[in-house]
């Protein structure tokens, strides 16, 4: 997959591009269809919020500072909003396989309560009719089964919300 330039880089080359422009040249700023702001000298089809920049005669110093002034800080903005999204991807990633990790404990949790549904031995005691009954032991070892397939169950859900409010 080939990775667009970063908003960074592009009010980077930008700034470079207008120090090199001729005076007369018209530049338009426009929010291409990918929703990348663009600064050219034509517009495509396609685009949004077209706006026309006049082109000046003659920028004074103080005027060209400005506009690199208004660029570092456009810059920074975007830089800042590009690390605001990184942080909010790390988050999710790490609710994802928080949760993916819950769903793979409640299915082994599920396996155990399935295997341990047949007594083990000591947990049958026999009687004088011949038949066997289960020990109180038995039924405490499924409760606990049980708990913990629930307890994973809720866990799994819990972690679910989470991940469904970062999205």
Do not use: C, H, W
Not at 99 to 112: F, H, I, T
């Amino acid at each position: 997959m080939t990775r667009s330039p970063s908003p960074p880089v592009l009010l980077l080359a930008l700034l470079l591009a207008l120090g090199a422009a001729p005076a007369s040249a018209q530049m338009y700023r426009y929010i291409a269809p990918d929703g990348r702001t663009v600064f050219a000298d034509t517009v495509p089809p396609g685009a949004r919020q077209v706006e026309k920049i006049a082109p000046a005669d003659e920028a004074s110093p103080q005027e060209a500072e400005a506009a690199r002034q208004q660029v570092r800080q456009q810059l920074e903005r975007e830089k800042a909003e590009v690390e605001q999204i990184q942080r909010r991807q790390e988050r999710f990633d790490a609710a994802y396989d928080q949760m993916k990790a819950a769903e793979r404990e409640l299915e082994a949790a599920r396996q155990r309560q399935k295997d341990g549904e047949e007594p083990l031995p000591g947990e049958r005691v026999g009687n004088r009719g011949g038949g066997s009954r289960l020990r109180e032991t038995y039924f405490q070892r499924q409760d606990r089964l049980k708990a913990d397939v629930q307890q994973a169950e809720q866990r799994v859900e819990a972690l679910r919300a989470k991940t469904r409010a970062l999205e």
